[in-house]
């Protein structure tokens, strides 16, 4: 966490290979949120620089108050939502097939898995922006309550119901599509 305060201090201070290190220390975790937000997209880089870019002019801003990560997940939640909210509808999954784990496994095993990856998938981006973020960020990113509490904007017991409906939305529509594949 200093690590990156020094690294806002530097860049602050006029030194931009700063900005720099820290857009390659987090740009795996935030592609990572914006795939799980809107699925594989051709948007999706797209998204994760529109963040950074939202990061690098308002990085004076910043007060040091949270975890730098805290305050640029809650940067890059609001940028994927404002991206799904203009264009009014759920990203198609194209793309979901390049984000199933591959290893030395059969074919069949090979191809079960990569149905199993494209259902949870599909089944995630059906669920509501707002519950989909909480869990995401909980279950995928491994953040604690409060730091998700931070990143949204809300309280830990809405966290925590926005998590639990999300869940529920999940086992449904999981139970409905995949039956006997999960």
């Given at each position: 966490?200093?690590e990156?305060?020094?690294?806002?201090?530097?860049?602050?201070?006029?030194?931009?290979r700063?900005?720099?290190?820290l857009v390659?220390?987090?740009?795996?975790?935030?592609?990572?949120i914006?795939?799980?937000?809107?699925?594989?997209?051709?948007?999706?880089?797209?998204?994760a620089?529109?963040?950074?870019?939202?990061?690098?002019?308002?990085?004076?801003s910043?007060?040091?108050?949270?975890q730098?990560?805290?305050?640029?997940?809650?940067?890059?939640v609001n940028t994927?939502?404002?991206?799904?909210?203009?264009?009014k509808?759920?990203?198609s999954?194209?793309?979901?097939?390049?984000?199933a784990?591959t290893f030395?496994a059969?074919?069949?095993?090979e191809?079960?898995?990569?149905e199993k990856?494209?259902l949870?998938?599909?089944?995630?981006?059906s669920?509501?922006?707002?519950?989909?973020?909480?869990?995401?960020?909980?279950?995928?990113?491994?953040?604690?309550?409060?730091?998700?509490?931070?990143?949204?904007?809300c309280?830990?017991?809405?966290?925590?119901?926005?998590?639990?409906?999300?869940?529920?939305?999940?086992k449904?529509?999981?139970?409905?599509?995949?039956?006997?594949?999960?």
């Open positions: 966490m200093s990156d305060f020094d690294y806002i201090e530097q860049f602050l201070s006029g030194e931009e700063a900005f720099e290190a390659r220390k987090y740009q795996n975790k935030v592609l990572n914006v795939y799980s937000l809107i699925g594989r997209d051709r948007d999706s880089e797209d998204i620089q529109e963040a950074f870019l939202k990061v690098y002019h308002s990085l004076s910043f007060k040091q108050k949270c730098f990560s805290t305050w640029l997940y809650r940067i890059v994927a939502y404002d991206f799904l909210r203009k264009r509808h759920l990203v999954n194209d793309a979901v097939l390049e984000a784990h030395s059969g074919p069949q095993e191809l079960l898995m990569k990856q494209m949870i998938n599909n089944a995630l981006t669920v509501p922006f707002k519950f989909r973020a909480a869990v995401v960020l909980k279950d995928m990113e491994g953040l604690s309550y409060s730091e998700i509490s931070r990143v949204l904007g309280s830990i017991g809405t966290v925590e119901s926005r998590i639990y409906r999300a869940r529920q939305f999940l449904v529509k999981l139970s409905r599509a995949g039956g006997d594949l999960l």
